[in-house]
Every structure is written in structure tokens, then in C-alpha cells.
């Protein structure tokens, strides 16, 4: 973990989509619902950053859909990135959409 809380699946799933690498951890143990300091899981990153091998891998694997502190679950957060889509079909970049929204979260 670092200073606030991520672990090294959270990076894996959000920042590099590489599902390969976070099955591996998993299967080395890494917990699937550990919590950042805002009560997000490595699910929250994995659909924020819209990595559906990361979002079925991690499902698979146990990972619980429960809300972080201020009540959003990754289910709702799928329903927000799917409300996106004609936005990023008219050429919204996706990263600052990414960034717009963890900062907003």
C-alpha cells in the first residue's frame, strides 16, 4: 500500500489495464476487497477505468460491489461510465473524463 492506501491491484486494474498481472497477484493472495483510505476496492478502479477483463477477473475472484464512504459502489459507477459513452463518441478525451471523475469522487 502506499501513503493512501492503494494497493498494487488498484494500479493494476486502473493505470495499466493488465489483467494478466492482477490475476497473478490474486493468485499469490492479494486481497480483492482491500480498501483505499476512501473505502474504494481495486472493483471501483477496475470499472472507473473501464477494464472489463479487470472487472470480471476481479468478480470472479470475490470481489464484494460495496459502496465507498460516500455511498458510490461500482455498479454505480458503471452506470456513470455508460451515461459517458455518447459523450466520448463526440470526442471527449477518455483520460481527462478519467481524471474529471476521480477528482470529482
Same mark, same amino acid.
Given at each position: 500500500?502506499?501513503?493512501?492506501?492503494?494497493?498494487v491491484l488498484?494500479?493494476?486494474? &486502473?493505470?495499466?489495464?493488465?489483467?494478466?498481472? *492482477?490475476?497473478?497477484?490474486? !493468485?499469490? +493472495?492479494?486481497?480483492?476487497?482491500?480498501?483505499n483510505e476512501?473505502?474504494?476496492t481495486?472493483?471501483?478502479?477496475a470499472?472507473?477505468?473501464a477494464?472489463e477483463a479487470c472487472? &470480471?477477473?476481479l468478480?470472479?475472484a470475490?470481489? *464484494?460491489?460495496?459502496?465507498? !464512504?460516500? +455511498?458510490?459502489?461500482?455498479?454505480?459507477?458503471?452506470?456513470?461510465?455508460?451515461?459517458m459513452?455518447?459523450?466520448?463518441?463526440e470526442g471527449?478525451?477518455?483520460?481527462?473524463?478519467?481524471?474529471?471523475?476521480?477528482?470529482?469522487w
Amino acid at each position: 500500500r502506499n501513503g493512501d492506501g492503494l494497493t498494487v491491484l488498484m494500479w493494476m486494474t &486502473f493505470n495499466h489495464d493488465w489483467p494478466e498481472l *492482477a490475476a497473478a497477484l490474486i !493468485e499469490r +493472495g492479494c486481497d480483492v476487497n482491500a480498501k483505499n483510505e476512501n473505502g474504494q476496492t481495486a472493483l471501483h478502479w477496475a470499472v472507473n477505468a473501464a477494464c472489463e477483463a479487470c472487472v &470480471f477477473l476481479l468478480l470472479a475472484a470475490g470481489a *464484494a460491489s460495496s459502496p465507498d !464512504e460516500n +455511498g458510490i459502489s461500482p455498479l454505480v459507477l458503471a452506470g456513470a461510465a455508460v451515461a459517458m459513452r455518447p459523450l466520448v463518441s463526440e470526442g471527449v478525451r477518455m483520460f481527462f473524463f478519467r481524471w474529471l471523475w476521480f477528482y470529482f469522487w
